[in-house]
């Protein structure tokens, strides 16, 4: 693994363990074992390790929607990889498990740099406008009803993944949320098809 990348790993983990304001660059470059200058030939603050972290974060949130989304032949294969959002945290390379201190870090994040909130706001924004083109696409197919508002049907569904996340946070079973994630998936899907 080349050095910019297993730093911006390692960043990740020590910004989750001790968030932001008690990670610091010593802290880093001790768990990656890099020296201080390896750290500074990639970046020249904590705050610029720190969104580029959240950014890297966020790159592999988007690609990972996107492609449920484009991926998915239909509808009906659609809703339920969308909803299977707690899956994304089983395969990402920053973190095998979600759990709180990763919605602590979010909001650290998007309270201390507003443009990165304004950077996942835009990732969901596009995201629910691509999931609407799809549903759009579904109607004129035939596949789901012509009477289903898209734009709200992405307000439902997208919503419904981040509880989903949040009661894996909260109940720490990742099995069950799966099993209820799929139970909704065909609750949507009984109401939406034609």
């Not at 990740?12 to 750290?39: D, M, P, R, V």
């Not at 596949?143 to 439902?156: F, M, Q, Y």
């Not at 909260?170 to 994630?181: A, V, Y």
Request: proline share 2%; with cysteine; aromatic share 12%.
């Amino acid at each position: 693994m080349e050095t910019k990348e297993k730093l911006l790993r390692t960043s990740f983990q020590c910004f989750l363990e001790h968030g932001y304001e008690k990670a610091s660059i010593s802290k880093i470059t001790e768990q990656c074992n890099i020296t201080k200058g390896a750290f500074y030939h990639h970046f020249k603050t904590k705050e610029e390790v720190f969104l580029a972290v959240m950014n890297s974060y966020f790159y592999e949130v988007e690609k990972w929607i996107r492609e449920k989304i484009y991926s998915s032949e239909d509808m009906k294969t659609m809703i339920p990889r969308i909803l299977d959002y707690p899956g994304y945290f089983a395969n990402t390379k920053f973190a095998a498990n979600i759990n709180e201190k990763h919605y602590i870090l979010l909001l650290d994040a998007t309270r201390r740099f507003p443009e990165f909130k304004k950077k996942v706001a835009n990732i969901y924004s596009g995201s629910m406008d691509l999931f609407c083109q799809r549903v759009k696409e579904a109607q004129i197919n035939g596949e789901i009803r012509k009477d289903i508002d898209a734009d709200s049907l992405a307000v439902h569904i997208f919503s419904l993944a981040e509880g989903l996340i949040l009661m894996v946070v909260m109940l720490d079973d990742i099995g069950k949320i799966k099993e209820e994630g799929a139970k909704i998936s065909e609750g949507l899907w009984d109401m939406v098809k034609k």
